[in-house]
């Protein structure tokens, strides 16, 4: 397929599209888009692979989500409706499933995997570190780059990046500040922008600052609806509205911000 756009990270396989997920990769293809299908525990990266084996516009991302990594957290579009009890298992990562799954040529990240102490509670740190490092660990076996979300722990981060990490990748939905940013970028780090740049200000200093060759677009689907579909379900075909606002706040030329966006896409995910 001979794509112009490529979402960086997206979730099709979760619950909020199954009334209608084929129609919406469909969609993805009609707007020339190709997708970073990531999981974030073994079921939805098990789903992310088979669809990227199934569609030539799609790759997976596999790993195990920091807040997964303990039982508190539900998300219904992500896991459907019910309790919690029954669907967040605060999964062990088990290095031999996700190696398994790995093997997949189509497998070009390992991730989101992370740190997110925006709801910590009582060890989970120590899990969330322990579980980053072996994830790390298997990118650097696997030569593949990571694919981080890290929330309000910027600092431990890195420093496990810089102890651990053989291999580079992509910070996923970048929401510190420009210094933070800049250390990413020194590690050779992208940082991805999702729709959020279309409803606020936040982010403009850095998207103007980074190289341009080190952002990549994504769409988070079915999380943080661009500007003008606020209100409904995102979806990957968004995706060229990130690239459009990226381009504006830069003051670059459209075409010119597309196809860096996705040759660098090419680069950090190997694809031919
Ligand atoms: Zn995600």
Redesign the pocket.
Known sequence: MDFKYFDA?T?VQFVAYDPDREETIERAREASVAMNV?G?QQDTSAAAVAFAEKYDHIWASIGL?PIHTSKSYHDTKELGEGGKEFTSRGEVFDKEYYRALGASERVIAIG?CGLDYYRLEGDTKDTQHRTFIEQIELANELSKPLML?IRNAYDDAIALVKAHAKVQGDM??FAGGWNVARRFLDLGFTLSFTGVLTFTHDYDEIVKNAPLDMILSET?APYITPVPHRGKRNESAFVPLVVERIAAIRGEAPEHVRTQILKNAKRVFGLA
Do not use: A
Request: charged content about 20%.
């Open positions: 990270h979730h990531v974030t989500h989101e979300h996923h939905f988070d």
